[in-house]
């Protein structure tokens, strides 16, 4: 069995200044007071959160979100927890002002990368620009697989302008899929990511066609593992007094009742435990940030990991 997994690391910045990118809080003498002891601490617990989840020693697979640059994930691989595993690295820096991108950590023991690409989304605006998409085309055990690992806009801007970009997200990631499914109709896609909205939004069900339908008739459509969660009001994030379940992972049909590699039913988590949670007061229960606005609080992240199983 094979775990693949998402986690938003929230805002995994150095305590290096870039001046290309807006990292002023996190730079030496900025407001959150970010120093090497607090990095170090941050990348010990995501660490150990990583190797705790599914397998033993952590995803087979693992997208991240909120990272500064390869840098930050080379000292991740190298803690005490992650570095037998031998994990390797496919990142992009993006033109997000933040300078925050998306990554793919693997195992090459089970997944060896063929191609890999930065895939810009075709936004209304000219002159506006936010983290790619990233695709990732491989052999998991030996099958070919394609991952899309997404942080979709969620900043500032008025309603419309935001769900545009959501909807530009969504309509490049699907003609993307389009393509491969023209090709191949039971091509393996996994789709992961914080998507800024939940899993009933219409962006993901009518412009990605994204439900949470698992049946393998509807070929076109992914399959949205965390749907039930959100119907059934859990989620990775906690937002203005309820959760959010803006983190997913959605899969093509030929995951379901194909042949080689099938996922496993019933195995989509949201990994919580208890260390990622406040433990008392009205946040109980809720995953613990590193920062609350520029105030420390030495929490792992705002957002629980996610996975799911494939086996053969």
């Known amino acids: 069995m094979l775990t693949i997994a998402f986690y938003n690391l929230e805002n995994l910045y150095d305590t290096e200044n870039d ?4 990292d002023d809080a996190f730079a030496p003498g900025g407001t959150h007071n970010w120093t090497e002891e607090r990095y170090k601490a941050k990348l010990n617990d995501l660490a150990n959160t990583i190797a705790s989840m599914g397998d033993k020693g952590g995803p087979a697979v693992l997208g991240v979100a909120e990272v500064e640059n390869k840098q ?19 990142h992009y820096d993006s033109p997000d002002a933040s300078g925050l991108d998306v990554a793919l950590l693997y195992k090459p023991r089970h997944f ?21 998409i990233l695709q990732v085309k491989g052999l998991l055990r030996n099958e070919p697989v394609t991952l899309y690992i997404n942080y979709w806009p969620n900043g ?21 899929i389009n393509e491969q499914q023209k090709i191949d109709k039971d091509a ?16 993901l069900e009518q412009a990605l066609l994204a ?5 393998p008739l509807y070929n076109q459509e992914l399959f949205n593992a965390f749907y039930m969660h959100h119907i059934n009001k859990k989620g990775s994030s906690f937002y203005r007094g309820s959760f959010q379940m803006q983190d997913q992972i959605m899969i093509s049909k ?11 039913r019933g195995s989509a988590t949201i990994h919580q435990p208890e260390n990622l949670k406040h433990t008392f007061g009205k946040y109980k229960n809720t ?15 705002s957002h629980f990991p996610i996975y799911l199983k494939v086996q053969p």
């Open 72 to 90: 930050v994930l080379e000292d991740l691989i190298k803690t005490s927890a992650l570095r037998d595993n031998k994990y390797e690295i496919i």
């Open 112 to 132: 060896q990368p063929t191609a890999h690409a930065s895939l810009p989304i075709g936004f209304a605006e000219a002159n506006y620009q936010t983290t790619g």
């Open 19 to 22: 001046p290309a990118i807006k």
């Open 188 to 203: 393996k896609i996994i789709v992961m990511g914080n998507f800024a909205v939940d899993p009933s939004a219409d962006v």
């Open 287 to 301: 995953p613990r940030k590193t920062y609350a606005g520029a105030t420390y609080q030495g929490g792992t992240s």
């Open 254 to 264: 030929s995951w379901i009742g194909g042949t080689g590699l099938q996922f496993v």
């Open 156 to 176: 500032t801007g008025s309603t419309r302008i935001r769900e545009s970009r959501k909807r530009a997200a969504a309509i490049t990631l699907r003609q993307e």
């Open 211 to 215: 439900t949470g339908r698992p049946d």
